[in-house]
């Protein structure tokens, strides 16, 4: 399994940024997705998630009507779109999958991680 | 949302030590909890899953337990390898949630 994100980069307030994140080893279409985000020296915060087909999406408060979330199963890909950026969404953005077994009826924990894409919000 | 708190927040302990790291929910989430072992500048790996499963390849000194609001993360003896931040993880609700972090120290 290897996730492998992109995208990152230094924005200014109120900028746009899409993050993308290659999937490979494992069957895509068959997975839950999430994006979690770490700000630099904090703890880690859940930021959005997508079902298998992209039917059903969830975000965190602290980003909803700002970020997006999407996938194409053609291309093993994931991606979140963030627009109107804030300097609080400053953080290592990490593209995990859901795991198989034991989940909850709503949600599941991460069984593998990307090593993450860095986004800075600053003018 | 369901807050999660663990303690403490940091903890020095010695190769050997028996070292345990305490989760508590605000509110009961069954056994729908994970455990994750996070190095500087890299990526959390999953550690236990349903509270107290062990992950492929997760050596067999770490254990998890508790149910409810209660759960405990044990590393029956301290390696080298295991100086990190753990963090907790609730995956009850849509809105998942973590822990602030745990970083054991080298005493």
């Known amino acids: 399994v290897q996730l492998v994100e992109s995208g990152g980069d230094l924005v200014q ?6 993050l993308s994140c290659a999937a490979s080893g494992f069957t ?6 999430t994006w979690v985000r770490q700000a630099p020296g904090k703890g880690l915060e859940w930021v ?3 079902n298998q087909d992209g039917s059903e999406k969830y975000f965190a408060d602290s980003v909803k009507g700002r970020f997006t979330i999407s996938r194409d199963n053609a291309k093993n890909s994931l991606y979140l779109q963030m627009n109107s950026l804030r300097a609080e969404d400053t953080a290592v953005y990490y593209c995990t999958r859901d795991g198989r077994r034991d989940c909850s009826s709503t949600s ?3 069984d593998f991680w990307g090593q993450g894409t860095r986004v800075t919000v600053s003018s | 949302d369901i807050q999660m708190t663990q ?4 903890l020095s302990a010695s190769v050997g030590d028996r070292v345990t790291i305490t989760c508590r929910a605000s509110q009961s989430i069954s056994t729908w909890l994970a455990w994750y072992q ?3 500048g890299k990526a959390p790996k999953l550690l236990i899953y349903k509270a107290s499963s062990l992950e492929g390849g997760v050596p067999s000194r ?11 993360l044990t590393i029956s003896s301290l390696q080298p390898d295991d100086f990190a931040t753990y963090y907790c993880h609730q995956y009850n609700s849509y809105s998942r949630t973590f822990g602030q972090g745990t970083k054991v120290g080298i005493k």
């Open chain 1, 48 to 50: 959005a998630n997508i």
């Open chain 1, 28 to 33: 895509f279409s068959s997975s839950w997705m």
């Open chain 1, 13 to 18: 307030p109120g900028g746009s940024l899409r």
């Open chain 2, 38 to 40: 996070q190095k500087p």
């Open chain 2, 62 to 72: 770490f254990s998890g337990s508790g149910s409810g609001t209660e759960f405990t």
């Open chain 2, 7 to 10: 303690s403490p927040s940091t």
């Open chain 1, 108 to 110: 599941c924990y991460f």
